[in-house]
């Protein structure tokens, strides 16, 4: 059986990410870029005041505090048409582009202002030429290579991007992903259980963990443990760039998604992962025209935690390589921590277990909680992550560092 490092590098080396599209910048957040971008203008734009104060020409310092005459005033978006004179100065606002002859700006808390005489006093005698100037380009020259491909766009990328007046760019796309619940037993979440039955909670699950991790969900509903249905509502499913599934991969007289997958030409890459929960876990894919990427299939075990554990680690790498991401950065994120408790591992399958964290004296902590496993969604509530304990009937002491995977 796969090892769980060895089912991730196949999941991570089977994908590729969708072509790019271009999008408006509103509808970018978060996504990789795929384009580089140079910048086709220089910041700033003129040179600029960084202070309120006045405008005044650095030589004019050079002996004593000098005493100068306000010509004008300059707010910000105004240029002005007056040149500041020897002796001169004007009041400028931040922002406002630096007038004709000055080279300085003196903030206002440094001078003091005669309205009689029309003069300023300034409490400095010694200023250097671009004191509180910004200059044309110094932040970003004309030309100059700002972002690379594949660079993530958070806020502020946006609003470099606006200010060098791209509306539009090239960015890897979220893929549309379809949820397609399995099992006889299930009802929708508004109908009432009969005997034997219970509610469909996985798919609520499913799409929210999708949407979390920037994909676009479409769920598709249960599919009743028979060929015919599955078999419909799973053709459905690949219409979209990737199919999750949950239920149905065991070993049991009704578990048919592995055999009516393959009778969709959907090949099996691997089957069964050495891990607790989520030992079932299917992978395939169907290969399109060579012109498109293959469509990717999850089939999730269906007990809910094995659900949730196995999107976490597996199909959050699929999606992140989907959106751009190189195949170490699509790897599950994980945080060193230390164990609080002692830990009893049982049996041989390394396991993710829900796990409390802390910050405590500069480190994170985590405590293992109560579980009763892959179908005790309950007993993860109130965890945080989950830590993966992996030698075989082992106790983990108390003060062990691990690796904790947040949840979010
Ligand atoms: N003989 C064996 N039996 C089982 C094995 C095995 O290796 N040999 N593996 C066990 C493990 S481990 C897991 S995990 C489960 C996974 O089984 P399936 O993927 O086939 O899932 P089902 O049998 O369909 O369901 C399991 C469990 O989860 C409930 N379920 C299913 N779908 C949903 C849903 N959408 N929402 C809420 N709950 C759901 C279902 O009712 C079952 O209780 O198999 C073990 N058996
Ligand atoms: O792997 Mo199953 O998920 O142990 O219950």
């Given at each position: 059986?796969?090892?769980?490092?060895?089912?991730?590098?196949?999941?991570?080396?089977?994908?590729?990410?969708?072509?790019?599209?271009?999008?408006?910048?509103?509808?970018?957040?978060?996504?990789?870029?795929?384009?580089?971008?140079?910048?086709?203008?220089?910041?700033?734009?003129?040179?600029?005041?960084?202070?309120?104060?006045?405008?005044?020409?650095?030589?004019?310092?050079?002996?004593?505090?000098?005493?100068?005459?306000?010509?004008?005033?300059?707010?910000?978006?105004?240029?002005?048409?007056?040149?500041?004179?020897?002796?001169?100065?004007?009041?400028?606002?931040?922002?406002?582009?630096?007038?004709?002859?000055?080279?300085?700006?003196?903030?206002?808390?440094?001078?003091?202002?005669?309205?009689?005489?029309?003069?300023?006093?300034?409490?400095?005698?010694?200023?250097?030429?671009?004191?509180?100037?910004?200059?044309?380009?110094?932040?970003?020259?004309?030309?100059?290579?700002?972002?690379?491909?594949?660079?993530?766009?958070?806020?502020?990328?946006?609003?470099?991007?606006?200010?060098?007046?791209?509306?539009?760019?090239?960015?890897?796309?979220?893929?549309?992903?379809?949820?397609?619940?399995?099992?006889?037993?299930?009802v929708?979440?508004?109908e009432t259980p009969g005997?034997g039955q219970i509610r469909?909670?996985?798919?609520?699950?499913?799409?929210?963990?999708?949407?979390?991790?920037?994909?676009?969900?479409?769920?598709?509903?249960?599919?009743?443990?028979?060929?015919?249905?599955?078999?419909?509502?799973?053709?459905?499913?690949?219409?979209?760039?990737?199919?999750?599934?949950?239920?149905?991969?065991?070993?049991?007289?009704?578990?048919?998604?592995?055999?009516?997958?393959?009778?969709?030409?959907?090949?099996?890459?691997?089957?069964?992962?050495?891990?607790?929960?989520?030992?079932?876990?299917?992978?395939?894919?169907?290969?399109?025209?060579?012109?498109?990427?293959?469509?990717?299939?999850?089939?999730?075990?269906?007990?809910?935690?094995?659900?949730?554990?196995?999107?976490?680690?597996?199909?959050?790498?699929?999606?992140?390589?989907?959106?751009?991401?190189?195949?170490?950065?699509?790897?599950?994120?994980?945080?060193?921590?230390?164990?609080?408790?002692?830990?009893?591992?049982?049996?041989?399958?390394?396991?993710?277990?829900?796990?409390?964290?802390?910050?405590?004296?500069?480190?994170?902590?985590?405590?293992?909680?109560?579980?009763?496993?892959?179908?005790?969604?309950?007993?993860?509530?109130?965890?945080?992550?989950?830590?993966?304990?992996?030698?075989?009937?082992?106790?983990?002491?108390?003060?062990?560092?691990?690796?904790?995977?947040?949840?979010?």
């Amino acid at each position: 059986m796969l090892s769980i490092d060895e089912a991730l590098d196949i999941v991570s080396s089977r994908l590729a990410p969708l072509t790019p599209v271009e999008r408006h910048l509103h509808d970018t957040q978060g996504l990789l870029l795929a384009q580089t971008i140079s910048s086709p203008l220089n910041s700033p734009p003129f040179d600029k005041a960084c202070m309120d104060g006045y405008a005044v020409r650095s030589a004019d310092f050079e002996q004593d505090k000098p005493v100068l005459k306000l010509i004008g005033e300059l707010t910000a978006g105004q240029v002005s048409s007056q040149k500041v004179n020897p002796g001169e100065a004007i009041r400028i606002m931040t922002g406002a582009p630096i007038p004709a002859g000055a080279d300085a700006v003196v903030q206002h808390e440094l001078t003091e202002f005669n309205k009689h005489s029309n003069e300023i006093v300034f409490k400095i005698d010694e200023i250097r030429a671009g004191l509180n100037v910004l200059n044309r380009g110094e932040i970003m020259r004309e030309g100059e290579a700002v972002f690379t491909e594949k660079t993530r766009l958070r806020p502020q990328e946006l609003a470099v991007l606006a200010e060098m007046g791209f509306v539009k760019v090239q960015i890897f796309p979220p893929p549309r992903v379809a949820v397609l619940a399995t099992g006889d037993e299930l009802v929708a979440v508004e109908e009432t259980p009969g005997p034997g039955q219970i509610r469909n909670t996985n798919e609520v699950m499913l799409v929210e963990q999708l949407r979390q991790a920037g994909a676009i969900p479409v769920p598709l509903g249960i599919a009743r443990d028979n060929r015919d249905d599955l078999q419909a509502k799973i053709e459905l499913g690949l219409q979209h760039d990737m199919l999750i599934l949950s239920g149905g991969v065991s070993a049991g007289k009704l578990d048919l998604v592995p055999s009516v997958l393959e009778s969709l030409d959907v090949q099996e890459i691997f089957h069964k992962v050495q891990m607790k929960p989520g030992k079932p876990i299917w992978f395939g894919q169907q290969n399109q025209a060579s012109d498109r990427p293959p469509k990717t299939v999850f089939g999730l075990p269906g007990n809910p935690v094995s659900s949730m554990v196995c999107f976490e680690i597996f199909v959050k790498t699929a999606l992140r390589r989907t959106m751009g991401d190189d195949a170490l950065s699509s790897l599950p994120i994980m945080v060193c921590a230390r164990l609080t408790h002692d830990h009893l591992h049982k049996g041989d399958r390394p396991t993710y277990w829900p796990v409390q964290f802390e910050l405590a004296e500069g480190e994170v902590r985590i405590t293992p909680l109560d579980w009763r496993g892959s179908s005790d969604l309950k007993g993860t509530v109130l965890a945080d992550g989950m830590a993966l304990f992996s030698k075989p009937d082992f106790v983990y002491k108390a003060g062990t560092i691990f690796n904790f995977y947040p949840w979010k």
